[in-house]
């Protein structure tokens, strides 16, 4: 792996734990996550006109633009409820563990081989972020709904990452951009009539005017932390790597949950960080 990539995806996760503390501390996220869809559509709409991008797509890409269509609503309609009920540093970690997915897709479906240094890269970041879990007095199994809903963010989050990284030897960022997030706003509006949520008014488009400054950051975290991710799957970089890269957002969520959100233990996960970043290393090493 170049060091280009490296840097692209350390820079990614800088970005990336911010936006979930604006989400986490939004008295309404269902309705933050529906409006920061469009948002991110009509940017990307802009760019893509302003840079001369393709918006026609084949029959195969419009099939990867669906199957990431689906995992952004899935990781976004999961991310909301656990954000919504549990402690942001535990399951967070949790969340993120899509490499998991990710390689064991790619072996049992796709048949990909990885070299066991590799592997145990990616076993030793996913161990960190174990040991991240745990806090005394505290039990993830308690409710088994939060944990429900923190694994689905985490399916959702590598089906559309196996999609985006082939797309983006297709396509350019602001075109994947477009379309996925153009369909993925209907589809949680859908969800939220199906699960009773309360549909804001014009659709998530008043939500845009009354909170313009709110939504200009979020996008530019979500913006600017995805499109490093697609830029580096342009750049060769290997999925399953570039996701648990990727993981150095966990310990930056430590930190943010201990320090804005007043959660505890951030010594003894400080620790369990350490563990996650020899992991990385590892797989920056060998990838």
């Not at 697609?230 to 996701?243: C, I, Q």
């Amino acid at each position: 792996m170049t060091l280009t990539v490296v840097l692209l995806v350390l820079t990614s996760a800088a970005l990336h734990p911010l936006w979930n503390l604006l989400i986490k501390k939004d008295s309404n996220p269902d309705s933050a996550f529906l409006t920061m869809s469009l948002s991110i559509a009509l940017v990307a709409g802009i760019q893509g006109v302003l840079t001369g991008a393709d918006f026609w797509l084949t029959g195969p890409q419009w099939r990867l633009i669906l199957i990431s269509t689906a995992g952004q609503t899935l990781y976004s309609i999961a991310l909301v409820a656990t954000l919504k009920r549990g402690d942001m540093s535990a399951y967070y970690p949790i969340i993120r563990a899509s490499p998991l997915f990710i390689v064991s897709f790619n072996f049992l479906v796709l048949g990909t081989l990885y070299d066991w240094e590799m592997l145990a890269g990616i076993l030793l970041v996913m161990l960190g972020a174990v040991m991240l879990l745990y806090r005394r007095g505290v039990n993830i199994f308690a409710d088994w709904r939060i944990l429900s809903c923190a694994v689905l963010a985490l399916c959702g989050t590598g089906i559309y990452s196996l999609a985006d990284a082939r797309l983006m030897t297709e396509i350019e960022a602001p075109v994947l951009f477009f379309w996925t997030q153009l369909f993925t706003w209907p589809c949680l509006l859908i969800a939220f009539k199906v699960f009773g949520h309360p549909i804001p008014a014009g659709f998530g488009v008043m939500r845009l005017l009354q909170f313009p400054l709110l939504h200009m950051k979020l996008v530019a975290c979500v913006y600017g932390s995805y499109y490093l991710i697609l830029t580096a799957y342009s750049f060769g970089g290997d999925v399953a790597a570039v996701t648990t890269i990727r993981q150095a957002s966990i310990p930056l969520s430590v930190i943010i949950g201990g320090y804005f959100l007043n959660e505890g233990a951030i010594t003894r996960r400080l620790v369990a960080s350490i563990v996650l970043s020899a992991g990385i290393l590892i797989v920056i090493t060998f990838a």
